[in-house]
């Protein structure tokens, strides 16, 4: 099993910035692409960057420019820097770990947090 744990989401101002982190433990063995998530209120849970093991990276349209993704291997750490956030970047946000174990892949999910960006 992979442990997930989140940090850096909270309130912030149109404008500003915030850096989350998602941090894995357990079974680490096999992590794969790591990624972040969001969903806000009546939406469906969205896609907001992705990097790869080899460091290769893709993000949704609406955040291209202003949010970055990282990775850190040997803390076993992925990073999201958001800049110039807007309103429409509130929701919950969730990191993502994908394991592969011969052949096999699992997923495996932060518990959440909200970032608010006011207006």
């Known amino acids: 099993q992979v442990q997930l744990v989140e940090s850096g989401g909270g309130l912030v101002q149109a404008g500003g910035s915030l850096r989350l982190s998602c941090a894995a433990s357990g079974s680490t063995f096999g992590i794969n692409d790591m990624g972040w998530y969001r969903q806000a209120p009546g939406k469906q849970r969205e896609l907001v960057a992705r990097i790869s093991s080899d460091g290769s990276t893709n993000y949704a349209d609406s955040v291209k420019g202003r949010f970055t993704i990282a990775r850190d291997n040997a803390k076993k750490t992925v990073y999201l820097q958001m800049n110039s956030l807007k309103p429409d970047d509130t929701g919950v946000y969730y990191c993502?770990?994908?394991?592969?174990?011969?052949?096999?892949?699992?997923?495996?999910w932060g518990q959440g947090m909200q970032v608010t960006v006011s207006s």
């Open positions: 993502n770990f994908e394991v592969v174990r011969w052949s096999l892949k699992y997923d495996y």
